[in-house]
């Protein structure tokens, strides 16, 4: 993992500082765009805070999905030679993407304490924290059982790699990512509440700034919901791994 991790940005000027500063000025655009020209509330939590908890979690699941994704097509030449369990790969690149993670979100509990001894802002004093790492597995487990199962497509019909693509951007915008579920109108809450990484999103701001949307039976769907997932991204990936490798 860690081999990876400096691979991936080797031949580049500022190397792993980009896990920084991509985050970093992600989040200064969305300050300045969704805070400041459209006016998105922010529930009293300062806008830093809320749009960087947000783009932290996405690009741990976005990262983790878009490697997982391509896992026959990019390990065929593997597969095809040596026998081993076809999982290690995709659980290897969900392993390196949280170490990626780890990063970013150092910044964030970083930030966090700043504002909490520097500010008013009285956020921690009622954020339950202990649901911080469950809702971090969580995700990465959702991004993981997709990225299984578009794995087996992909390495089948490449075409589907461009689809997939498009609807991880699009899944972003009915995700809480740069508003909270707040925001939207009451009638509409529940089809937001529909896709289960909604309340994660939700419950991962409440955990660290205090402020969220989630209810019990709501954290318990998106909790099913990824089991469910799980266990089917799992058969369908054990069952058609190796009859792709002579497709592939």
Not at 54 to 61: A, D, Q, R, Y
Not at 96 to 101: A, D, E, S, V
Not at 110 to 117: M, S, T
Not at 155 to 176: C, E, H, N, Q, S
């Amino acid at each position: 993992m860690r081999k990876d991790f400096l691979l991936s940005y080797q031949q580049t000027v500022l190397g792993p500082l980009w896990v920084l500063l991509q985050p970093i000025m992600t989040m200064v655009t969305y300050v300045l765009v969704f805070g400041k020209v459209i006016g998105v509330s922010t529930q009293g939590t300062p806008p830093i805070l809320f749009y960087l908890a947000g783009i932290v979690l996405w690009n741990l699941f976005n990262d983790a999905f878009v490697g997982t994704s391509t896992t026959f097509r990019d390990n065929v030449h593997i597969f095809s030679k040596v026998y081993f369990p076809r999982l290690i790969m995709p659980f290897a690149q969900v392993s390196g993407q949280l170490l990626r993670f780890s990063i970013p979100f150092l910044l964030l509990i970083l930030l966090i304490g700043f504002y909490w001894v520097f500010t008013p802002w009285p956020g921690l004093s009622t954020a339950p924290l202990f649901l911080v790492p469950l809702v971090i597995v969580l995700v990465a487990a959702i991004s993981f059982a997709l990225g299984l199962i578009f794995s087996v497509i992909t390495g089948k019909y490449r075409d589907i790699t461009y689809v997939a693509g498009l609807g991880i951007r699009l899944l972003m915008f009915l995700t809480p990512v740069i508003y909270p579920v707040s925001y939207l109108p009451e009638k509409w809450r529940w089809l937001a509440q529909l896709n289960p990484l909604t309340t994660l999103f939700e419950v991962f701001r409440l955990a660290l700034l205090g402020k969220g949307m989630a209810t019990v039976p709501q954290f318990l769907y998106s909790f099913t919901c990824t089991l469910v997932l799980l266990i089917v991204a799992l058969l369908v990936f054990n069952k058609q791994g190796d009859k792709l490798i002579d497709v592939v």
